[in-house]
């Protein structure tokens, strides 16, 4: 393969999308510092795979990503995009067959890496088996960078050894072993998993055998109960048979009975059968009376009509008559006329039989003039046909010449015809439609677009959707907090109130408190309102009146004098009017602070705290109760009570302390409470919401992922599209090919055809000449030959006319001999039928006489005074059907009475058959129970025993029944499931064992790639080593240089660089100067390089630490070394520019952005000249 073109767009410094030719074997890229050439270097390395940031001189990745300048924003996305020619079609793999590679890789900002190959999108891994074993990729040696060369001289062994190994070609094989290390790894645990399954699965076959043994139990009293079940069945199936005999015994004697009364019931019958006779008699006598007038009126109407018949036939017999006399006259005109042709006929003959004598006399002379003229034909004949014959085969002669000058032809012809249809196919074969494939690509390159376009909102979305559900999170965390709060606020209230509750624990007094029904009544600690830091004071001066019982009328209290209380009880009126306030311009009254619930300021109140005072402080007390009124009381905050001459100090003895205190905390406890459950239905609401909004944003995700995959599948059949279309150019380029090479052999042929044709051309100008020659032979025969085939047709045709004259002479004999036989015929019979005609009509003039039509008449009278004797007699026996009829009616109604006697035993027959019959049901029933049960009766009889009962096996069913379901719940599958587990078994150790061949196998496959790879890189090691020792004294002039490995095992040994400069005995490689570095490198690079030639090197400023001497020895190795390797690199020396085929230069002129111009040698070092020392 061979780099043809480079291009790049947002990649670091080259925002625009730039293109670098690489037209040449040695191309030189050249520039200003800081310009942006060395990231040429890095963008090849990056689309190779490089996933590495400081490799490319970056913190992350997205530093690769043009990120802005002063006048520039920052774009998006970064793609670097190799071209390659392959028309050798040295690619690997699948990718050979194409002309051209693409390699591409693409970065966004979301951090979205994508490898192309041909705009068909594939894996990091597909970009590297490209060019695995050729020594490019991310990490190869032919792409040498700024301090690379330093980093090989300064590697580790281990470092080293990958270049030796890329050298190998060894990358496919630690691919391949690494791939088989990966299956055997997935095969033991597939193993792992099989053996899983197998113990298991023995714990499952040890619980089906269990199973198994309960199904088996169960299955046998299965089969004890079908056999009770079918013993049942015959028990009841032999009674069913007793009770059926029993009811037939019943109906043969009911049957009996019934035959006695119909014995009475067939006498009965017999008189009435009797009378029945005689009354078909009198039917028939009536009938036959009927019979009588009929054949009388027949017999009349039978004499009327013919009557009128012989009136008919006498009118025809005169027609008739007329007729034969016709007929008569018309055979006799006949017999006259045919007795006239008869002479005429018979002198016909006569002159008949004289021409047949002359024309046999004719016929007899030319016979003998025919046979002279065949003789002569038949010579002459011979003669034309042995020219003929001859004429033949030339003629044969010159049709094999022209099959083959036609089959020459015909060839010749389909050679043109395939090479015009080759050369039209080659015209006609599809171009390839290019814009089809561009307007694939587009739409390939939007869909993906598309694609990015989903995913990027899709990962917008998913961004978005951590903090929605951090949102909820808190919404909910918030709303359990608020909770957790409000669930303490309540805690305390109920505390509070507890307390409150406890204040009246004295039993006795509660019990007379519900007795006077006061239990219920409020205290006045529950109504009181004090300011803030004065409950102490109010607590000091009220003490046990703080519990006291609020009353609507203090007069009340007037009833429990007879019934004191057990305690002491303070009671107050609640309605008294209003307390008058006092001044108290000097000291504050207590009562100033103190309220009720309601706002008011009742008279009991004003009495308790009249001429009461407060003071902040004790000391304050001291110094103001002088002037204290007399009576007076003044306390403090604490509680302590002054008067003028005393002082009590307060201290919290009564369980009423912190009473107030308690109360103004229960109060701002429910205000917090219904404050704290307004927030709560807030956060509740904000919850709500989060939720609302995550389902949300969850849904748009599961669409926006679903529409993603559509989209996804959709690019991917675009991408397979595409590569069709690529697949079609190239089978139409194959065709093209193909077609070329036909055309070749089918001029080859054209040619060797085109002389088979030449030489049938001239066989068959001779084979023409020979045959005019015979056909004007045949031509003269032929005329002689006419010649004597006429006289013979002359001979031949007066023959045949004397023979036709013959012939029609005694034809016209014959024709004579049959017209007068006819005719003797015809006059013969037209004698006979002028007989007949005479006799026919004596007859009927006979038959007209006799016909007379008194003898009819007659017997029509005859027949009339019958017809009325007939009548009479009907009469009669009309009479005689009517008595019988009475008498047929009589009996019959006697033999119904006798019939009705029988129907009560006929309904007990029917009763008894009806039992009979249901036994019989029974007897089937249980026989179709055996018989769906599949029970042998001889077998159920052999295992009855005696006097076995139905209700015996009744209850031992019961039995059977209730062990069966005290074995509850049974694996009938138990069985079969045991049976498949152990096949199953089977199948697993089975798998077991193929699975360790597997590893056995691949085992043995990865130390033949371990030996493979061990004799490669020896070879490998061998080689470069010795390609080091020649290249390092050319490039040093002389010294020598050497590779030694620093470990017994190839496969796993470094390698460690010994070079020494002539005249130079240095230890170590460290000790020599940054160009001795430089060229020690340049030389083990280059010794990789003949090894293993890359397509293309990158050289990025390696010549920088060179002298001049130095330098031109580099570029000889390179110019060597070009014929089989493209070097592109990067230089600022004059003469590494001067051995540039071409030249690319890089410029910065806004700051910046990096872009590509053509420059030439004079203004390269121009620009090289403008570096600053």
Wanted: glycine share 6%; proline share 2%.
């Amino acid at each position: 393969m061979r780099l043809t073109h480079i291009k790049l767009a947002g990649f670091k410094s080259f925002v625009d999308p730039t293109t670098i030719p690489v037209p040449g074997q040695r191309v030189g890229v050249v520039g200003p510092n800081g310009c942006g050439k060395s990231n040429v270097i890095d963008a090849v390395r990056w689309v190779l795979g490089e996933s590495r940031a400081r490799e490319l001189r970056g913190e992350s990745m997205q530093d690769v990503i043009f990120s802005g300048s002063a006048t520039r924003k920052a774009v998006s996305r970064a793609s670097v995009e190799l071209i390659f020619d392959n028309s050798l079609g040295k690619a690997a793999g699948q990718w050979s067959q194409y002309a051209e590679i693409s390699v591409k890789r693409v970065l966004t900002r979301s951090g979205e890496s994508s490898y192309h190959i041909n705009n068909l999108h594939v894996r990091r891994r597909d970009i590297t088996d490209i060019f695995l074993g050729t020594g490019l990729g991310a990490r190869a040696y032919a792409i040498i960078e700024q301090g690379m060369i330093s980093r090989i001289i300064e590697a580790r062994p281990e470092e080293l050894r990958v270049f030796l190994e890329e050298a190998a070609g060894i990358s496919k094989y630690k691919e391949r072993r690494r791939e088989t290390e990966l299956r055997m790894k997935d095969t033991r645990e597939n193993l792992l998993r099989v053996e899983d399954v197998r113990q298991e699965l023995g714990k499952q076959i040890a619980r089906l055998e269990t199973q198994a043994e309960v199904a088996q139990q169960y299955l046998g009293l299965q089969a004890q109960l079908k056999l009770s079940h079918n013993l049942l069945a015959l028990l009841r199936k032999r009674e069913a048979a007793a009770q059926c005999e029993r009811w037939q015994r019943e109906v043969a004697r009911l049957s009996n009975e019934l035959e006695a009364e119909n014995a009475c019931l067939r006498q009965a019958e017999s008189q009435l059968e009797q009378s029945r006779e005689a009354h078909y008699a009198a039917s028939d006598a009536l009938h036959e009376a009927q019979g009588g007038i009929y054949a009388a009126n027949a017999e009349v109407s039978r004499l009327e009509q013919n009557l009128q018949h012989q009136r008919e036939s006498r009118q025809r017999l005169a027609a008739q008559s007329s007729s034969l006399r016709e007929q008569g006259e018309r055979l006799a005109r006949q017999r006259d006329e045919a007795i006239a042709a008869l002479a005429h006929w018979r002198g016909e003959f006569a002159v008949a039989g004289e021409r047949l004598v002359q024309n046999k006399e004719q016929l007899e002379q030319e016979g003998c003039n025919l046979p002279l003229a065949e003789e002569s034909f038949r010579d002459c004949q011979r003669r034309y046909s042995e020219l003929q014959r001859g004429l033949a085969q030339a003629e044969q002669a010159k049709q094999i010449e022209e099959t083959h000058r036609t089959h020459a032809q015909r060839n010749v012809q389909q050679l043109q015809a395939r090479q015009q249809r080759l050369q039209q196919e080659a015209s006609s074969l599809p171009s390839f439609d290019v814009a089809a494939l561009s307007l694939k690509e587009v739409e390939l390159t939007d869909v993906a677009g598309q694609f990015k376009t989903l995913q990027a909102e899709l990962a917008q979305l998913l961004a978005v959707l951590p903090e929605l559900e951090k949102g909820a999170h808190e919404a909910r965390g918030g709303l359990q907090a608020e909770q957790r709060l409000a669930t303490e606020l309540e805690a305390r209230l109920n505390a509070l109130k507890h307390l409150q509750s406890r204040l009246d624990h004295n039993q006795k007094l509660q019990a007379w408190l519900a007795k006077h029904q006061l239990e219920s009544l409020p205290r006045l600690w529950s109504s009181l309102r004090i300011e803030a830091g004065w409950e102490d004071a109010l607590e000091s001066v009220l003490g046990d009146r703080l519990n006291s019982i609020a009353l609507e009328n203090i007069e009340q209290a007037q009833e429990w004098l007879g019934d004191a209380p057990p305690a002491a009880v303070t009671a107050f009126e609640s309605s008294g009017g209003a307390h008058e306030s006092v001044s108290d311009a000097v000291l504050t009254l207590l009562s100033r602070h103190v309220s009720l619930a309601d706002g008011g300021a009742p008279a009991f109140l004003g009495d308790w705290l009249a001429e009461i005072y407060v003071t902040e402080s004790a000391a304050d007390g001291f110094a103001q109760r002088k002037n204290l009124p007399c009576g007076a009381m003044l306390v403090s905050r604490a509680g302590h009570v002054f008067t003028r001459h005393s002082i009590r100090f307060h201290a919290p003895q009564s369980e009423l302390h912190g009473v107030l205190a308690r109360q103004r905390e229960i109060e701002q406890l429910q205000a917090d409470l219904e404050v704290k459950q307004v927030e709560l239905g807030q956060r509740l609401t904000a919850m709500v919401q989060a939720d609302s909004a995550l389902a949300q944003q969850q849904k748009e995700i599961a669409r926006l992922r679903s529409v993603t995959s559509e989209e996804q599948q959709k690019l991917h059949r675009l991408q397979l599209e595409v590569q069709r279309l690529v697949q079609v150019r190239q089978q139409a380029e194959q065709r093209q090919k193909g077609i070329s090479v036909e055309q070749v052999e089918i001029a080859e042929q054209l040619e060797s055809e085109s002389e088979q044709l030449a030489a049938a051309e001239e066989s068959l100008k001779l084979g023409r000449n020979q045959t005019e020659v015979l056909r004007e032979q045949l031509d003269e025969t032929r005329q002689e030959r006419s010649g004597v085939e006429q006289n013979l047709n002359r001979q031949r045709e007066a023959l045949r006319q004397t023979e036709r004259a013959a012939q029609e002479a005694v034809f016209v004999e014959k024709n004579c001999q049959s017209k007068i036989g006819e005719l003797e015929v015809s006059s013969a019979q037209l004698a006979e039928q002028a007989e007949e005609a005479v006799i026919q009509l004596e007859n009927l003039l006979a038959e007209q006489q006799g016909g007379s039509e008194e003898p009819l008449s007659h017997a029509l009278q005859l027949a009339l005074s019958q017809q009325q004797e007939k009548e009479k007699a009907l009469a009669l026996a009309r009479d005689a059907l009517a008595e019988a009829a009475n008498l047929l009616r009589e009996l019959e109604q006697q033999r119904m009475s006798s019939e009705q006697k029988l129907q009560p035993l006929r309904d007990q027959i029917s009763e008894m058959r009806l039992k009979e019959q249901e036994a019989r049901l029974g007897q089937e029933q249980y026989e179709g129970l055996l018989r769906e049960a599949g029970a042998d009766e001889a077998e159920l009889v052999q295992a009855m025993e005696k006097n076995l009962r139905p209700n015996a096996l009744q209850g031992e069913i019961v039995r059977l029944t209730a062990e069966l379901e005290a074995l509850g719940a049974v694996n009938l599958a138990a069985l079969e499931e045991l049976q498949g587990s152990r096949e199953r078994n089977g199948y697993l150790e089975s798998q077991a064992k193929d699975l360790n061949e597997a590893i056995d196998t691949l085992e043995q496959a990865i130390r033949r790639i371990d030996r493979e790879t061990r004799e490669r890189l020896q070879s490998t090691y061998d080689q470069v080593n010795r390609n080091f020792g020649e290249l390092f004294p050319s490039l040093f002039g002389g010294g020598q240089a050497r590779l030694m490995l620093t470990g017994e095992e190839l496969l796993d040994a470094g390698i460690q660089i010994i070079a020494q400069p002539p005249g130079k005995k240095n230890s170590s490689i460290h000790l020599l100067s940054g160009g001795e570095k430089a060229l020690t490198a340049l030389a083990l690079t280059f010794s990789l390089f003949q090894l293993n030639p890359a397509p293309f090197c990158l050289l990025d400023e390696v010549d920088a630490p060179l002298d001049d001497s130095n330098t031109e020895r580099f570029c000889e190795l390179v110019k060597k070394m070009s014929i089989q390797t493209q070097f592109v690199y990067i230089s600022h020396n004059k003469i590494t520019m001067e051995m540039a085929e071409q030249l690319v230069g890089v410029t910065m002129q806004e700051m910046g952005v990096s872009r590509v111009v053509a420059v030439d040698i004079e203004e390269a070092m121009r620009m090289k000249d403008e570096v600053p020392a």
